[in-house]
Protein backbone atom coordinates (compact mmCIF):
# COMPACT_ATOMS: atom_id res chain seq x y z
CA UNK A 1 0.00 0.00 0.00
CA UNK A 2 1.56 3.42 -0.90
CA UNK A 3 1.19 6.12 1.73
CA UNK A 4 0.34 9.82 0.62
CA UNK A 5 -0.94 13.01 2.79
CA UNK A 6 -1.49 16.59 3.62
CA UNK A 7 0.07 18.68 5.91
CA UNK A 8 -0.98 21.61 7.28
CA UNK A 9 -1.78 24.30 10.34
CA UNK A 10 -5.00 24.07 10.79
CA UNK A 11 -5.65 20.66 9.09
CA UNK A 12 -8.37 19.03 11.08
CA UNK A 13 -10.89 21.15 7.72
CA UNK A 14 -9.10 18.78 4.80
CA UNK A 15 -11.26 17.52 2.67
CA UNK A 16 -8.14 16.12 0.60
CA UNK A 17 -8.38 12.46 2.55
CA UNK A 18 -12.07 11.81 1.61
CA UNK A 19 -11.79 13.28 -1.76
CA UNK A 20 -7.47 11.19 -2.49
CA UNK A 21 -9.28 7.72 -0.53
CA UNK A 22 -12.70 8.08 -3.42
CA UNK A 23 -10.01 8.64 -6.03
CA UNK A 24 -7.83 5.12 -5.02
CA UNK A 25 -11.83 3.64 -4.83
CA UNK A 26 -12.35 4.44 -8.94
CA UNK A 27 -8.89 3.72 -10.03
CA UNK A 28 -8.20 0.44 -8.66
CA UNK A 29 -5.15 1.76 -5.87
CA UNK A 30 -4.93 0.67 -2.32
CA UNK A 31 -3.04 3.88 -1.47
CA UNK A 32 -3.31 5.17 2.89
CA UNK A 33 -3.60 8.98 2.90
CA UNK A 34 -3.14 11.08 6.05
CA UNK A 35 -3.93 14.42 6.87
CA UNK A 36 -0.65 15.83 9.23
CA UNK A 37 -0.90 18.53 11.44
CA UNK A 38 2.88 19.91 11.40
CA UNK A 39 3.94 22.57 13.62
CA UNK A 40 4.16 25.68 12.68
CA UNK A 41 7.93 26.21 12.87
CA UNK A 42 9.05 23.05 11.82
CA UNK A 43 7.36 21.57 8.38
CA UNK A 44 10.84 20.61 7.16
CA UNK A 45 11.18 17.95 9.86
CA UNK A 46 7.62 16.43 9.75
CA UNK A 47 8.20 16.11 6.03
CA UNK A 48 11.09 14.44 6.28
CA UNK A 49 9.57 12.67 8.82
CA UNK A 50 7.01 11.30 6.87
CA UNK A 51 8.97 10.62 4.06
CA UNK A 52 11.21 8.28 5.98
CA UNK A 53 8.35 6.39 7.23
CA UNK A 54 8.24 4.82 3.25
CA UNK A 55 5.21 8.07 1.65
CA UNK A 56 5.27 8.26 -1.63
CA UNK A 57 4.18 12.04 -1.93
CA UNK A 58 1.99 14.92 0.08
CA UNK A 59 0.06 17.71 -0.49
CA UNK A 60 0.64 20.95 1.03
CA UNK A 61 -1.66 23.52 2.55
CA UNK A 62 -1.54 26.80 4.42
CA UNK A 63 0.78 27.76 5.66
CA UNK A 64 3.36 25.70 4.65
CA UNK A 65 3.64 26.07 0.55
CA UNK A 66 6.47 28.94 0.62
CA UNK A 67 8.48 26.09 2.58
CA UNK A 68 7.52 23.14 0.53
CA UNK A 69 8.76 25.17 -2.60
CA UNK A 70 12.45 25.53 -0.22
CA UNK A 71 12.06 21.81 0.59
CA UNK A 72 11.88 20.54 -2.91
CA UNK A 73 14.82 19.68 -4.84
CA UNK A 74 13.27 20.10 -8.58
CA UNK A 75 10.27 22.10 -9.29
CA UNK A 76 8.18 22.13 -12.40
CA UNK A 77 7.29 25.46 -13.98
CA UNK A 78 3.86 25.79 -12.10
CA UNK A 79 5.91 25.80 -8.99
CA UNK A 80 8.54 27.98 -9.94
CA UNK A 81 6.18 30.64 -11.38
CA UNK A 82 3.60 30.20 -8.59
CA UNK A 83 6.57 30.68 -6.27
CA UNK A 84 4.81 27.92 -3.79
CA UNK A 85 4.34 24.28 -4.09
CA UNK A 86 1.11 22.14 -3.05
CA UNK A 87 2.32 18.96 -4.16
CA UNK A 88 5.51 16.80 -3.73
CA UNK A 89 6.42 13.33 -5.15
CA UNK A 90 9.07 11.74 -3.56
CA UNK A 91 11.17 10.13 -7.03
CA UNK A 92 14.27 8.40 -4.67
CA UNK A 93 16.26 11.17 -3.05
CA UNK A 94 14.23 13.28 -5.29
CA UNK A 95 11.69 15.79 -3.95
CA UNK A 96 9.76 16.93 -7.14
CA UNK A 97 7.98 20.23 -5.98
CA UNK A 98 4.62 20.44 -8.44
CA UNK A 99 1.55 23.10 -7.89
CA UNK A 100 -1.33 21.59 -8.69
CA UNK A 101 -3.90 24.57 -8.04
CA UNK A 102 -4.17 26.82 -11.50
CA UNK A 103 -4.40 23.49 -13.32
CA UNK A 104 -7.21 22.63 -10.94
CA UNK A 105 -9.09 26.00 -11.69
CA UNK A 106 -8.23 25.60 -15.21
CA UNK A 107 -9.38 21.84 -15.31
CA UNK A 108 -13.20 22.74 -13.46
CA UNK A 109 -13.51 25.96 -15.71
CA UNK A 110 -13.21 24.48 -19.02
CA UNK A 111 -13.90 20.84 -18.55
CA UNK A 112 -17.11 20.76 -16.12
CA UNK A 113 -18.52 24.11 -16.87
CA UNK A 114 -17.30 24.04 -20.88
CA UNK A 115 -16.65 27.57 -20.62
CA UNK A 116 -13.52 28.77 -23.59
CA UNK A 117 -11.29 30.91 -21.89
CA UNK A 118 -9.79 31.61 -25.32
CA UNK A 119 -9.52 34.89 -26.78
CA UNK A 120 -11.74 36.02 -23.42
CA UNK A 121 -11.04 38.98 -20.64
CA UNK A 122 -10.24 37.53 -17.77
CA UNK A 123 -10.48 40.11 -13.93
CA UNK A 124 -8.44 38.33 -11.71
CA UNK A 125 -9.38 39.75 -8.21
CA UNK A 126 -6.20 39.64 -5.60
CA UNK A 127 -2.42 39.44 -5.81
CA UNK A 128 -1.86 36.95 -3.01
CA UNK A 129 -0.87 32.98 -3.33
CA UNK A 130 -3.67 31.45 -4.95
CA UNK A 131 -3.27 34.55 -7.84
CA UNK A 132 0.59 33.36 -8.47
CA UNK A 133 -0.49 29.68 -8.79
CA UNK A 134 -3.49 30.33 -11.18
CA UNK A 135 -2.05 32.85 -13.59
CA UNK A 136 0.14 30.22 -15.83
CA UNK A 137 -2.47 28.07 -16.44
CA UNK A 138 -4.70 30.57 -17.16
CA UNK A 139 -2.37 32.48 -19.82
CA UNK A 140 -1.80 29.16 -21.82
CA UNK A 141 -5.54 29.21 -22.60
CA UNK A 142 -4.90 32.09 -24.49
CA UNK A 143 -7.49 34.91 -22.61
CA UNK A 144 -7.38 38.22 -25.23
CA UNK A 145 -6.65 40.16 -21.51
CA UNK A 146 -5.59 38.83 -18.00
CA UNK A 147 -6.25 42.34 -15.52
CA UNK A 148 -5.37 41.50 -12.15
CA UNK A 149 -6.52 44.31 -9.54
CA UNK A 150 -5.81 43.96 -6.06
CA UNK A 151 -6.45 46.37 -2.66
CA UNK A 152 -2.43 46.80 -2.53
CA UNK A 153 -1.80 48.22 -6.38
CA UNK A 154 1.96 47.79 -5.81
CA UNK A 155 1.51 44.02 -5.62
CA UNK A 156 -1.15 43.62 -8.82
CA UNK A 157 1.40 45.81 -10.76
CA UNK A 158 4.09 43.47 -9.60
CA UNK A 159 2.29 40.22 -10.55
CA UNK A 160 0.99 41.66 -14.04
CA UNK A 161 5.04 42.67 -14.92
CA UNK A 162 6.32 38.89 -13.01
CA UNK A 163 3.61 36.85 -15.82
CA UNK A 164 3.64 39.31 -18.89
CA UNK A 165 5.88 36.88 -21.24
CA UNK A 166 3.13 34.38 -20.87
CA UNK A 167 0.16 36.52 -22.47
CA UNK A 168 -1.18 40.12 -22.05
CA UNK A 169 -1.55 41.28 -18.57
CA UNK A 170 -2.13 44.60 -16.74
CA UNK A 171 -2.25 45.21 -13.06
CA UNK A 172 -4.67 47.75 -10.98
CA UNK A 173 -5.88 48.76 -7.70
CA UNK A 174 -9.41 47.83 -7.03
CA UNK A 175 -10.66 50.99 -7.32
CA UNK A 176 -9.60 50.99 -11.35
CA UNK A 177 -11.74 48.78 -12.30
CA UNK A 178 -14.29 49.72 -14.70
CA UNK A 179 -18.15 49.50 -14.70
CA UNK A 180 -18.29 47.74 -17.79
CA UNK A 181 -18.23 44.24 -18.30
CA UNK A 182 -15.45 40.99 -18.64
CA UNK A 183 -16.20 37.57 -19.51
CA UNK A 184 -14.94 36.11 -16.61
CA UNK A 185 -14.07 37.46 -13.33
CA UNK A 186 -12.15 35.21 -10.68
CA UNK A 187 -12.13 36.36 -7.06
CA UNK A 188 -9.04 35.19 -5.10
CA UNK A 189 -8.84 37.50 -2.97
CA UNK A 190 -9.16 35.85 0.95
CA UNK A 191 -12.13 38.93 1.74
CA UNK A 192 -15.30 35.65 1.87
CA UNK A 193 -13.10 34.30 4.26
CA UNK A 194 -13.71 37.26 7.32
CA UNK A 195 -17.68 37.53 5.20
CA UNK A 196 -16.39 40.41 3.14
CA UNK A 197 -16.67 41.45 -0.42
CA UNK A 198 -14.34 44.25 -1.60
CA UNK A 199 -16.39 47.48 -3.28
CA UNK A 200 -15.89 47.52 -6.99
CA UNK A 201 -17.87 49.13 -9.85
CA UNK A 202 -21.07 46.83 -10.64
CA UNK A 203 -21.58 46.41 -14.08
CA UNK A 204 -18.30 44.45 -14.43
CA UNK A 205 -20.49 41.45 -13.39
CA UNK A 206 -22.96 42.40 -16.12
CA UNK A 207 -23.24 38.76 -18.13
CA UNK A 208 -19.82 37.81 -16.40
CA UNK A 209 -19.12 34.20 -15.22
CA UNK A 210 -18.32 34.65 -11.75
CA UNK A 211 -15.99 31.94 -9.68
CA UNK A 212 -15.06 32.02 -6.35
CA UNK A 213 -11.79 30.06 -5.37
CA UNK A 214 -13.70 29.87 -1.94
CA UNK A 215 -15.85 26.79 -0.94
CA UNK A 216 -18.18 25.49 1.38
CA UNK A 217 -20.46 28.28 1.82
CA UNK A 218 -22.39 31.14 -0.37
CA UNK A 219 -19.70 33.83 -0.38
CA UNK A 220 -20.69 37.38 -0.43
CA UNK A 221 -18.66 37.63 -4.15
CA UNK A 222 -21.32 35.07 -5.05
CA UNK A 223 -24.10 37.28 -3.53
CA UNK A 224 -22.73 40.02 -5.21
CA UNK A 225 -22.43 38.33 -8.37
CA UNK A 226 -25.98 37.21 -8.50
CA UNK A 227 -27.25 40.53 -7.71
CA UNK A 228 -25.36 42.22 -10.76
CA UNK A 229 -26.46 39.84 -13.37
CA UNK A 230 -23.87 37.56 -13.81
CA UNK A 231 -24.57 34.85 -16.10
CA UNK A 232 -22.97 32.24 -13.90
CA UNK A 233 -22.17 32.09 -10.44
CA UNK A 234 -19.95 29.06 -9.11
CA UNK A 235 -17.75 28.60 -6.13
CA UNK A 236 -14.49 26.55 -5.19
CA UNK A 237 -15.35 23.17 -4.71
CA UNK A 238 -14.73 22.05 -8.43
CA UNK A 239 -11.07 23.71 -8.28
CA UNK A 240 -10.43 21.60 -5.16
CA UNK A 241 -10.95 18.24 -6.17
CA UNK A 242 -9.32 18.97 -9.78
CA UNK A 243 -6.29 20.14 -8.02
CA UNK A 244 -6.19 17.07 -6.20
CA UNK A 245 -7.03 14.99 -9.02
CA UNK A 246 -3.54 16.66 -10.69
CA UNK A 247 -1.90 15.63 -7.78
CA UNK A 248 -3.05 12.23 -7.87
CA UNK A 249 -1.91 11.83 -11.53
CA UNK A 250 1.03 13.51 -11.06
CA UNK A 251 1.92 11.12 -8.01
CA UNK A 252 0.22 7.76 -10.16
CA UNK A 253 -0.42 8.33 -13.26
CA UNK A 254 -4.41 7.75 -13.14
CA UNK A 255 -7.10 9.90 -13.56
CA UNK A 256 -9.66 9.94 -12.05
CA UNK A 257 -13.21 11.04 -12.55
CA UNK A 258 -13.42 14.32 -10.80
CA UNK A 259 -17.66 14.95 -11.72
CA UNK A 260 -18.37 11.79 -9.80
CA UNK A 261 -16.49 13.29 -6.84
CA UNK A 262 -17.46 16.31 -7.14
CA UNK A 263 -21.58 15.37 -7.53
CA UNK A 264 -20.91 13.38 -3.95
CA UNK A 265 -19.27 16.01 -2.01
CA UNK A 266 -22.02 18.79 -3.06
CA UNK A 267 -24.65 16.10 -2.10
P1 LIG B 1 -3.33 35.40 0.50
O1 LIG B 1 -3.39 35.72 1.95
O2 LIG B 1 -2.01 35.04 -0.10
O3 LIG B 1 -3.87 36.68 -0.32
C1 LIG B 1 -5.05 37.32 0.04
C2 LIG B 1 -5.47 38.31 -1.04
O4 LIG B 1 -6.78 38.80 -0.70
C3 LIG B 1 -4.56 39.54 -1.13
O5 LIG B 1 -4.50 39.94 -2.47
C4 LIG B 1 -5.31 40.58 -0.28
O6 LIG B 1 -5.06 41.91 -0.66
C5 LIG B 1 -6.75 40.23 -0.61
N1 LIG B 1 -7.72 40.63 0.43
C6 LIG B 1 -7.85 40.11 1.68
N2 LIG B 1 -8.88 40.69 2.32
C7 LIG B 1 -9.41 41.60 1.47
C8 LIG B 1 -10.49 42.52 1.56
N3 LIG B 1 -11.25 42.63 2.67
N4 LIG B 1 -10.76 43.31 0.49
C9 LIG B 1 -10.01 43.21 -0.64
N5 LIG B 1 -8.96 42.37 -0.78
C10 LIG B 1 -8.67 41.57 0.27
O7 LIG B 1 -4.44 34.27 0.28
P2 LIG B 1 -4.46 33.15 -0.87
O8 LIG B 1 -4.11 33.83 -2.14
O9 LIG B 1 -3.64 32.00 -0.44
O10 LIG B 1 -5.98 32.63 -0.86
C11 LIG B 1 -7.04 33.40 -1.44
C12 LIG B 1 -8.33 32.59 -1.43
O11 LIG B 1 -8.25 31.49 -2.30
C13 LIG B 1 -8.72 32.00 -0.06
O12 LIG B 1 -10.11 32.22 0.11
C14 LIG B 1 -8.43 30.51 -0.21
O13 LIG B 1 -9.27 29.73 0.61
C15 LIG B 1 -8.76 30.31 -1.69
N6 LIG B 1 -8.12 29.11 -2.29
C16 LIG B 1 -8.93 28.12 -2.81
C17 LIG B 1 -8.39 26.99 -3.41
C18 LIG B 1 -9.29 25.92 -3.96
O14 LIG B 1 -8.80 24.80 -4.24
N7 LIG B 1 -10.56 26.17 -4.18
C19 LIG B 1 -6.92 26.82 -3.52
C20 LIG B 1 -6.15 27.93 -2.99
C21 LIG B 1 -6.75 29.02 -2.39
P3 LIG B 1 -3.75 42.72 -0.15
O15 LIG B 1 -2.63 42.27 -1.03
O16 LIG B 1 -4.11 44.13 -0.32
O17 LIG B 1 -3.55 42.32 1.29
Known amino acids: ?40 NDFAHSAKSFIDQGAKGFNITVPFKIEAFNLATQLTLNAQTAGAVNTIKVNGSELIGENTDGTGLVNDLTKNLGIDLDNKTILVLGAGGATRGILLPLLKQAPKRLMIANRTTSKAEQLALDFSSYGKTCGFGLEKIKDTPVDVIINATSASLDGQMP ?12 YDLMYGTQTPFMDWANANNAKMVVDGLGMLVEQAAAAFEFWTGKQPNTQEVIRSLRS
Do not use: W
Not at 199 to 210: P, S
Open 1 to 40: MNRYGVFGNPIEHSLSPVIHTLFAKQTGLDIQYDKVLAPI
Open 199 to 210: TIANGVANDAIC
